[in-house]
């Protein structure tokens, strides 16, 4: 051959390689995903805007007995701020707005003597609860951005000025500092107003009157929580991380379906999160919308198996079964990781699993998610073959069956102390509420053995508890799968009932009624207090009022 | 009377007063104000916009032989600034834009390796000179708002940004810090550039080539501050305080006569200090010119003086009698503060002065101000007379050359100590470099004890010095209007010769070579070191060639 002759046969060999691999593997889902996301953003919900006004001034002060050692004090109405000069002797005044919002905040300032002669300067911050403006945010402590916390420096040149502060704040109250005026003039505030957004435009029904009054109030709190979290997608929180991520998305869309029937947020999210999965096919954990939709590259193990459960949620709870068809690849794909890590004997290589994933399940150090992550997979090889049968695609995961029951057989084999009663975990056997709970919402457990499981964990010496809600949510869920229903209506009293009964006006990311100051981030002001994993007792308690509604 | 008819007959009476009094003191230029408002207004040149990109990246370093001990070592090209990732370890990088420039910095944002998982913060703080931004701003200990110095915080919520920082700043130097971001990711600048503004748009003829390199220094850092300052109005100092005061405008239409010419700018000031003067007619000392044009209400005795000083030069420099006229009730009224303090022994009760006005002339603590008061109010009057000869309104002041003379007399009887030669002032007999130059400018001083005065004054042991290069403008100019070239030229070389030599970019508000340090503000960051009141070298450079240009 001659030399120009190879060369060509070497480039037609390498051109059909590269075609041959990509077809292959370089995207699963080529043909879909760009009407995924045309469709998630069609779906794109209109914000309603509403205009809210202060309802007045607050002061901070320590207490012991309140929540992270501060509450708000009512110190009279916000025309104390209007009618008054804001100087240093006035600064640091807090602002209540009286209910947990998210939006943008906008001021007006005026001369109130003599000219503006130089500039000024005001701080805002906007905090969720009372702690959060009592607390220095510098030197800051913690492991996530610093620029999460909700300070702005405005420097003002003119008056009178009405100023926007451009960032999406979510907060309650509102402290004013003074950073620096001239003392040639004074000015104040002639109004503070706060749009307010989210994509929630209905009001559920009332519970039946012969709910208890804590009920309603866990009631009433979870709905705000869910409606600030409810924006252009579920957000996991509104001040952070103001993102969708699977796992908050399958219990916001939960508790939405038995609230405010948002169903098509729902399909959007689930669409978008199908459009901005990776290429193999598996979903990364959470997307960003701005600039344009695109992923974070992260991937979480158990939200994989989540996305399928929410996808099952919504087909039964809509009828929408062209959507279950249409993502049913996605779905179908997520089992793979089951397979991957089942090993011969039935147990899940949870430790290769550790390794190479981002296993979570909870914000518990010292949490072991052997038995979390086999009950887990087992849950969602079951509920995935549910799907599966409302679209007829049994034939597509005709191993799930045998698969979920030779993972089921070596749970009960491995991970059941009769002796106790409880399901253990790891090398080290730990019990913990997030074991049992999947076992029991896995079916591992018979309900017997559930019911004994979960007696028992809550007395166990050394049992782990849950690290916050998200993970009570599981344990709520197993307790009214296996009947408890008195016991479920006391943990979601006694838990969701304690924040209730610390002030919160929404429902927190994090919370340990053993330690109130903690953080998943080092710094408890970074913590979340509008998180919608918390806000699952709307769901409990609407989907089962014959056990929370009397 | 029938108490009807008393009520009427009351009420008419105290109409008549009310009418009586304000047709008297209302406003004593109530049917022209709104006309000068509107020329003013007609005169608000547009500015012109050049788009600047940085120079490169400077160090900062200690150097006991810089000014105000920092100098700004260069540290190679911008490129190390858009070729990185920005994070805690290049925070603080000072970036130079090679010139001092007026007007709005925007800067570009983008990923660089990961996806923006959080907000991030930073701060620039922009700084005319090195030692701005090397001097910690807090604990602030200054006299003026904190808000005058120009360090902004913006957070970033999405990539890629482009942020306008939206205050106009003065600077040559920015300094850039990182304040926050999440681990997740790595972002860097994309582009920093900044609009410069001005007013002027001409580039003065260069000077004679027989002009030494220093005296060409001078010109070219006074054009510079010139330039700066020329906005919509001539502003006092583009950092601070940003605005129109009578004593600057004076200055800066001295220089701009023989530099950039734009007579134009001189007359809206002019008009506009005229339209917002106090209803009594008396002159105010500075205007604002947002959010619409209006005072300070703040009187300054002697910038009362200098603006009938800037009619006159402005009606000399173009011709415009027209306008002379329109504004000649205004300089006629400002001489009434003369009147009103002038003793009937012919000397001007400067405590009283004092004690009722801001009597100005200089920053400097301590110095008594009889003499210069005395001086100046000769000097207003013969002024403002030949002004009034100018426009044919001699005859409404006919009292001021005996007034005149009366002072001279009474100066020249009080204030001159035969023994030393010098002029001196106040019941200590204080002999400062002020109370010569007025007593020279006005006239009081024949030519030979003018230049024995200005002699004797610059090796007098307690001689009060000039505080900055206001007064210094004074003092050369006595130098050169009594002949005495050659100290003239010595004085301006020596003085902001010493500013160039100490890397001057502009000339500054203040400059004492024995204290590097001072601040009328308590904290040197505050000066403005771009004031237009020091550029008057540009004047006398270019009116006295035969002075400084060879």
Redesign the interface.
Known sequence: MTSNFQRIVLAMICLLVTIGSSTNAQDLYATQRQGWLKKAEALKPALTETVKHPKGIVKLEKDPAAFQGWKAVPAGGIEQLYNASFDKRNSGIVVDFGEHLTGYCTFSLKTRR????????LKLTFGEIPSELATPFDP?PG??????LQD??V??????ATIIIP??VAFRYVKIEW??????FEFGFSDIQFKAVTSVTVTPPALAASTPDIIKDIDRVGLTTLKECMQTVYEDGPK??RRLWIGDLYLEALANTYSFKNDSLTKRCLYLLAALSNPDGILNSNV?E??EP????SRLLDYCYLYNVALKEYVIATGDKQTGLDLWPVAKKQLDIARQYAGADGMMDYVKAGKEWWVFFDWKDGLDKQAPLQGSTIYALNQTYQLAKLLGKENEIADVPALSKKLKDAARKNLYDKTSGLFVSGTNKQASYGGQAWMVLSGVATKAEAQKALRTIVTHKDAVKPGGPYMYHYFVAALIETGMHAEAKTALTDYWGGMVNKGADTFWEVYDPADELRSPYNFYPMNSYCHAWSCTPVYFIRKYPEIFQR
Chains 1, 2 share one sequence.
Do not use: I, N
Request: hydrophobic share 40%; glycine share 4%; charged share 30%.
């Open positions: 003599a000219d503006m002669d130089a500039p000024l300067r800051y492991s996530l951005s610093r620029a999460w702005e420096t420097t003002v040149s003119v008056l009178p960032r999406r950073l620096g005026a001239s003392r040639g952070r991380d960003f701005a600039p695109h992923a974070q590259k």
